[in-house]
């Protein structure tokens, strides 16, 4: 099956500091992305959908300026989590949609766990 | 607004038993219905997905029911391994297409050697 690649698995930062995290299809193209976090015993939730070339579309009360998102190829989606917090700490994964002839699928990377002192 | 509920939070079996992990949802307008996979610090698999038009699904030991009138999932795990240890979750999109995927909390599965 399609493979998503997403880097890192963990990072540990300081207040005030920026992250990014990349997010590959390796073996397809995904025009469309879409990244999750999940805060501890909670469910996955849709940030935000990313479209190559074009910006991201940001779930309610998800901060656009905060969670910067770039799709500019159709291979590569990256999320910057800008002056990031304490409560930003979480858990975030990425998905590429993937259209068939006859149905779609999602495919999930391998998440990455943010710790934020 | 979709809700995904899933009963119990966590479960814990010896090795060998069959179990049933359920998933109820608040709106029946859904396109299809997923279970996935979710290792500790991984990502998901996905394991099943049923379409709205279908009863039920089967891979393996794995069997997945849904039934929408109800707003009701229910995935049967037969002949539990350890391997199976992992947390399971039910998501359900809105009818239309696979965006913005609803995710229950999961269920949490123990299978003890």
């Known amino acids: 099956g399609a493979v998503v690649s997403q880097h890192p698995s963990w990072v540990i930062c300081k207040s005030g500091t920026s992250v990014k995290i990349e997010c590959r299809s390796l073996?397809?193209?995904?025009?469309?992305m879409f990244w999750y976090r999940q805060f501890p015993k909670q469910s996955l939730m849709l940030m935000a959908t990313?479209?190559?070339?074009?910006?991201?579309?940001?779930e309610q009360g998800v901060e656009k300026d905060k969670f910067l998102i770039n799709h500019a190829s159709l291979t590569l989606s990256t999320l910057t989590v800008t002056s990031a917090h304490p409560e930003d700490s979480s858990f975030y994964i990425c998905?590429?949609?993937?259209?068939?002839?006859?149905?779609?699928?999602?495919?999930f990377g391998s998440g990455t766990q943010l710790s934020v002192l | 607004k979709q809700e995904v509920t899933q009963i119990p939070a966590a479960l814990s079996v010896p090795e060998g038993e069959n179990l049933v992990l359920n998933c109820s949802f608040t709106?029946?307008?859904?396109?299809?219905l997923q279970w996935f996979r979710q290792d500790p610090g991984k990502g998901l698999t996905s394991l099943l997905l049923i379409q709205s038009s279908q009863r039920e699904q089967t891979s393996g030991r794995l069997n997945a029911s849904l039934d929408k009138s109800s707003g009701r999932s229910t995935l049967y795990i037969a002949a539990s391994q350890p391997g199976d240890s992992a947390t399971y979750l039910c998501a359900v999109p809105p009818q239309g297409g696979s965006e913005k995927l609803v995710f229950g909390k999961g269920t949490k599965l123990t299978v003890n050697p």
């Open positions: 709106d029946s307008a859904i396109y299809n």
């Open positions: 990313s479209n190559e070339g074009s910006k991201a579309t940001y």
């Open positions: 073996d397809f193209q995904a025009t469309t």
């Open positions: 998905s590429a949609r993937v259209i068939g002839r006859t149905n779609e699928k999602l495919f």
